[in-house]
């Protein structure tokens, strides 16, 4: 009896937070995963051993032939890739107010990872994920809507990978969906490393404060979200989809 091929999910920045907690969601439904990363090899191996038959591969998505060896590589593992999870990104934390603490090559870099980077992760597995009429999934932040988060750049670029979300679905389709998702404050070790475990310990605890839910998300709420986009939502194209806990909706103070 001929065992059915496993459905392939590539997922860029798995090294950690949303990335890792997607490929370990993904793997766990049985899915093979490709964990990239850009840096943290021992953490990124550490990630696929714990997937199955995944593999890790090193790549900067900021670079179009970086993107294209990064699908590359799930095409001569597996001969398909069926969903595509642009995770990767950067910022810089700058105060809004600070407005000289931003340059133009801040922009440029932020943007150059944040939107540019899916976009050509996405260009570079089109044709694939047509044939197999998958999936695309971008994580994005609800700083897209409410010009809030760790800088205006972020913001802004997460803005703009929002607006791309709707472009890539309205073109790739019918084979083809793609979304965003949209998280608040999560539990992860970005924010860690930015603030210091103490206070971010207190930036979740002030987060929670502020939402109709009362909690802050987990690496693990956001995958949920991801893999239920990818599995599931047929008739979902197009969509930001705010993990939020309702940040989005809570008025201004």
């Not at 990104?89 to 939107?115: C, E």
């Not at 540019?116 to 999936?135: D, E, H, Y």
Request: with cysteine; hydrophobic share 45%.
């Amino acid at each position: 009896m001929t065992r059915p091929v496993p459905k392939v999910a590539l997922i860029t920045g798995a090294s950690s937070g949303i990335g890792a907690a997607s490929a370990l969601e993904l793997a766990k439904r049985g899915w093979s995963v490709v964990v990239n990363y850009s840096k943290s090899a021992a953490e990124a191996q550490k990630v696929a051993a714990q997937c199955g038959d995944a593999i890790a591969v090193q790549a900067n998505v900021a670079e179009d032939a970086e993107c294209r060896k990064l699908a590359q590589a799930a095409l001569d593992k597996w001969g398909r890739i069926d969903a595509l999870v642009n995770n990767a990104g950067t910022t810089k934390f700058v105060k809004h107010t600070d407005l000289d603490g931003l340059s133009a090559d801040d922009f440029l870099r932020i943007y150059h990872l944040n939107v540019v980077g899916p976009f050509q992760m996405t260009r570079a597995c089109a044709a694939a994920l047509k044939a197999s009429r998958g999936a695309v999934v971008n994580v994005s932040s609800v700083a897209s809507q409410l010009g809030t988060g760790s800088s205006i750049a972020y913001a802004s670029s997460k803005a703009g990978l929002n607006a791309m979300t709707y472009s890539l679905a309205r073109v790739l389709g019918p084979e083809v969906r793609v979304n965003a998702v949209c998280p608040g404050y999560v539990d992860t070790p970005w924010q860690h490393n930015a603030l210091g475990m103490e206070k971010a310990r207190k930036a979740a605890e002030h987060y929670a404060g502020m939402v109709p839910l009362k909690d802050y998300a987990r690496p693990e709420d956001v995958a949920e979200v991801i893999a239920w986009l990818i599995e599931g939502g047929r008739q979902v194209t197009g969509e930001a989809i705010y993990v939020d806990g309702g940040l989005h909706i809570t008025p201004p103070r």
